[in-house]
């Protein structure tokens, strides 16, 4: 193991057991982890992989529930730092808000894990209308493509909480059905910190009428670099 890597393995023991590093040595490990498309295709895996195994294989039903939850803790939390550290840089010093927010989102996250599990009991005994491998696979493919909507929005909030001073304006596509909010502020331009306070970074879970998600909204600098949105 190389130094960065085993920077990064003492950074994650700290982490998991809330054990406070410096903040330069923080942004160090952060970046070690390697860019957020990596994350993104990893957690999709997960949760992909997981699914399938739960709906298909009788053994270790509890233990998939329990690894989704560790893995999107993991994967919540690299989402949010890489996010940080690439626009608000070295050190990685996040404020108590920008903690506390993440802190709360992963809390609802777990919650709707739980649904998630409920729905997959359900779909099990279900014996009029058995699943077929295609069913568990479509079905493991569409709620993974979810999972990876939602963690692009826990990015997109690391990387506006790291400059919450930088002005970004509502740009892109609607989706099939447009909204209210999305109608008000397409092309409208506001600093990081008010899209933040208003809930309206789009992705799922945010304040939009449309719920975020139905679309192709993201957030954009002067330069054209895209923010906020959906990466897949
Ligand atoms: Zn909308």
Redesign the pocket.
């Known amino acids: 193991m190389d130094n960065v890597a085993t920077l990064r393995k003492l950074y994650l023991h700290c982490r998991e057991r809330g054990i406070e590093v410096d903040s330069h040595t923080a942004a160090i490990a952060i970046r070690a982890a390697g860019g957020y498309a990596g994350i993104r295709d990893g957690y999709y895996g997960v949760i992909v992989d997981s699914i399938i195994k739960y709906l298909t294989d009788e053994a270790g039903r509890l233990q998939t529930k329990n690894f989704i939850k560790k893995e999107m803790l993991t994967a919540f939390t690299d989402a949010f730092e890489t996010g940080w550290v690439e626009t608000g840089g070295d050190p990685y010093e996040p404020e108590p808000e920008d903690n506390e927010w993440l802190t709360t989102r992963i809390n609802q996250e777990l919650a709707y894990i739980d649904g998630l599990f409920v729905t997959m009991r359900a779909m099990l005994e279900d014996t009029e209308e058995p699943l077929t491998l295609s069913d568990i696979d479509q079905y493991a493919e569409a709620r993974a493509a979810g999972y990876a909507a939602t963690l692009d929005s826990i990015y997109s909030q690391g990387k506006l909480r790291g400059k919450k001073n930088v002005m970004l304006s509502l740009e892109g596509q609607?989706?099939a059905?447009?909204?209210?909010?999305?109608?008000k502020y397409k092309g409208v331009s506001h600093r990081a910190r008010w899209w933040i306070s208003h809930d309206l970074i789009p992705g799922p879970g945010s304040s939009?009428?449309?719920?975020?998600w139905?679309?192709f909204?993201v957030l954009q600098d002067s330069e054209g670099n895209q923010w906020a949105g959906t990466q897949g």
């Open positions: 609607d989706g059905a447009s909204c209210s909010t999305c109608q939009y009428e449309c719920g975020g139905q679309c909204h």
